[in-house]
């Protein structure tokens, strides 16, 4: 069970128009996160550069966010599993949940990413939102290189069907 600020993104996003085969970024609200909105971030799926981060976000890893890359406010060990994580959610067209934790942080960090499509139709990024498990936590402060402990999807895997391939009448997939 999450907490309910990570349950509120997973709700709003499964609501959205399409969500089975990745929502339109045009369909997602920020403004509808009402005091959850500092939380949210959104990342490109190419590169990880941040598009935006909330203000509580910058203020959590204590600099401006903009057009950085979300992997290196993870520590060296955790970049591969983030990294997954962010392929799986566009892969699997569903939310993925990042458990983490930080040298000064006293609980869980629960980071979810959801993936969301340009205009052309395009999976290019995730929305994403941090939410401390630990109350003292929502005042955290610069705390350091985010330690990633667990990674899980959630909600039904919604691929695409697989279909057969052929080329000059012989079938490769």
């Known amino acids: 069970m999450f907490h309910s600020g990570t349950q ?3 709700d709003h996003w499964t609501a959205l128009p399409e969500a089975r085969r990745i929502p339109a ?18 990342v ?10 909330g203000a509580w976000v910058e203020r959590v890893h204590g600099r401006p966010l903009g057009g950085a ?9 955790s970049r591969p599993m983030v990294a997954a994580a962010m392929v799986q959610a566009i892969r699997e067209a ?15 960090l629960e980071i979810v990413v959801a993936p969301l499509r340009n205009r052309a139709g395009e999976a290019d990024r995730l929305v994403g939102l941090y939410q401390p498990v630990n109350r003292a936590d929502r005042e955290a402060e ?3 290189a985010l330690h990633a ?5 959630v909600g039904p895997i919604a691929r695409a069907p697989l279909s057969l391939a052929a080329v000059d009448g012989r079938r490769i997939a």
Not at 25 to 42: E, I, K, S, W, Y
Not at 94 to 108: K, N, Q, S
């Open 69 to 77: 890359d979300w992997l290196s406010v993870w520590r060296e060990e």
């Open 8 to 10: 509120t993104l997973i």
């Open 142 to 144: 610069d705390v350091g």
């Open 25 to 42: 970024r045009a369909d997602f609200q920020p403004m509808a996160f009402g005091p959850l909105t500092p939380q949210l971030f959104m």
């Open 94 to 108: 569903r939310p993925v949940v990042l458990a983490a934790d930080a040298a000064r942080m006293e609980g869980v």
């Open 44 to 53: 490109e799926r190419e590169g990880a550069r941040l598009r935006l981060a």
């Open 149 to 153: 402990r667990l990674s899980i999807g």
